[in-house]
């Protein structure tokens, strides 16, 4: 087992700590224990992960949907109100068992009710492993604006099981290697090379490499969360394949998944900034069967309109994260009133 320290000190609670490993799920029970004295706990989880959630053996437990159609404000209603009805209080503990959707909801959830509350996040596939599950971001969907409504409050701790992934499909598990592609590409060069070298082992899910792999990435995101806990400087850069890949699943109605919309996103993003280093990524990209070009019934003034619903766009401009060269990146803003997308 291997361990990983969050440090925000501004915070209710300053460090939390991601446990990452085979079969680290055991440990539930011990990391409940060590956070303090809960009069209750409750689990909110995704109905694909049942068989899982039945195994953890806690009373209260509310079902989820999959997908991100549940992420609404009506279903964050929906869970309070159970929430209210089986008693959890202020000294109770939210679990969030399940992908990106359930911790970004399940932690909105936690931070609204009675003004807050503990949450502990189990990520089940390898997007919220390395991404939703960690540093504190929250929210959910308002019509055709992705994440707009939302808080920063972080988890009391995360468990990163990767045996949890053995049953996840394998497109499902290739969306989540962009979100550690694009970490990589974006600041660690020499993360990326290892990548480049061993992605059929991390396809196969050898288990040491693969499990290397997430704790790397989960360190790298741990720095610009410590360094930049609200979004405003160094962790935008974790926002790279964002701006154009959340425009896409607003236009296709999130009928295309978050880790190719994200692919798209950084294929053309680095292609905006004449990355010396774009090929490199979109080569790695198509090497775990993701796309890289825009879908062609979607005019760039239609894609740019819904980019301006970003939450990064600033009065005309946009702000999008891009790596110059691969372990280089930067946030740059572009003007809206001259954009043009031009992508073969």
């Known amino acids: 087992m291997n361990t990983v320290s969050i440090n925000i000190p501004a915070t209710k609670n300053p460090t939390y700590s991601v446990l990452i490993g085979e079969g680290v799920l055991k440990e539930l029970p011990t990391v409940i224990a060590n956070l303090g004295l809960f009069d209750s706990v409750a689990l909110l989880y995704d109905e694909a992960v049942q068989g899982l959630a039945e195994k953890l053996d806690i009373e209260i437990m509310i079902p989820i949907k999959s997908g991100e159609s549940s992420k609404t404000m009506s279903e964050a209603e929906r869970i309070t109100s159970e929430l209210l009805a089986r008693g959890i209080n202020r000294q109770s503990l939210l679990i969030c068992l399940g992908g990106g959707m ?62 949890t992934l053995s049953t996840l499909p394998k497109e499902q598990f290739c969306e989540g290697l962009v979100e ?141 994260a891009a790596p110059k060269r691969i372990g280089e990146g930067t946030v740059m803003e572009l003007d809206t009133n001259s954009f043009e997308l031009q992508f073969s």
Do not use: W
């Open 102 to 163: 359930v911790t970004d909801l399940g932690g909105f959830v936690a931070s609204s009710y009675m003004r807050g509350i503990g949450h502990i996040n189990i990520p089940t596939t390898v997007l919220g492993m390395v991404d939703a599950s960690v540093g504190g971001k929250t929210g959910v969907d308002i019509g055709a604006a992705k994440n707009i409504v939302g808080h920063f409050h972080h988890p009391r701790s995360v468990i990163v099981d990767t045996d």
């Open 180 to 320: 550690i592609i694009k970490i990589a590409a974006i600041m660690d060069k020499e993360f990326f090379e290892e990548l480049e070298s061993n992605i059929e082992d991390i396809i196969l899910r050898d288990r040491p490499t693969l499990t290397s792999c997430i704790q790397r990435a989960i360190q790298l995101k741990a720095v610009s969360v410590e360094e930049d806990e609200k979004d405003t400087g160094k962790r935008l850069l974790l926002n790279f394949g964002h701006t154009v890949g959340h425009a896409l699943e607003v236009l296709l109605k999130f009928t295309l998944s978050h880790g190719k919309a994200v692919s798209i996103g950084m294929a053309c993003e680095m292609q905006l900034t004449d990355s010396e280093d774009a090929d490199r990524v979109i080569r790695l990209l198509e090497r775990i069967d993701m796309p890289t070009k825009l879908p062609q019934q979607y005019s760039a003034r239609e894609i740019l309109e819904a980019m301006k619903h970003d939450k990064k766009a600033i009065s005309s401009s946009l702000r999008f």
